[in-house]
């Protein structure tokens, strides 16, 4: 049996850099709006605000290899079951305990971008082997009918 293809796949290349941070944004938008409504919104925002946590960890930690200028690529794909996006970017190893990661104090100013994914999504990864590969998936329920649906 051949494997479920996505629904709607977006493949998307960007500079690490402040910047990409609303460029990812706006390609969550559109697959968004390739999706249609279904979508809940709440699972959108959730989404939507773990993919830039995790864009904004990889543009804020980041040290540029050899050669400059620092890119990573993005793939969101959405099947019937879940939603996944897979990040990869080509720097050194991000030394990160994603399993382990919690919220700071109220008082810290940085440090809860990978907490606040986790707590968002039912999978957040990482692993290195030589580049690094993030993936964040959410498992979809069905969006509930409207009550009097005439079931």
């Not at 293809?5 to 941070?21: G, H, L, M, N, Y």
């Not at 019937?80 to 996006?85: F, Q, S």
């Not at 940085?110 to 039912?122: E, F, K, P, Q, T």
């Not at 998936?137 to 069905?142: D, G, M, N, S, W």
Request: proline residues 7%; glycine residues 8%.
């Amino acid at each position: 049996m051949p494997a479920e293809q996505p629904v709607v796949r977006q493949v998307f290349d960007a500079p690490a850099t402040p910047e990409s941070i609303e460029l990812v944004l706006d390609a969550a938008q559109q697959w968004w709006d390739d999706l249609g409504g279904d979508v809940d919104i709440h699972v959108r925002h959730a989404f939507t605000t773990a993919l830039a946590e995790v864009t904004g960890n990889i543009v804020a930690h980041g040290r540029r290899t050899a050669g400059g200028s620092r890119r990573f690529d993005l793939r969101l794909q959405a099947h019937r079951d879940r939603l996944v996006a897979e990040f990869t970017d080509h720097d050194e190893s991000a030394e990160v305990d994603v399993e382990h990661a919690t919220m700071p104090p109220p008082e810290s100013e940085d440090g809860r971008g990978l907490a606040l994914a986790r707590a968002v999504l039912d999978r957040v990864e990482h692993r290195y082997d030589g580049a690094n590969h993030w993936l964040l998936e959410h498992r979809r329920l069905p969006i509930p009918a409207a009550p009097g649906g005439g079931e």
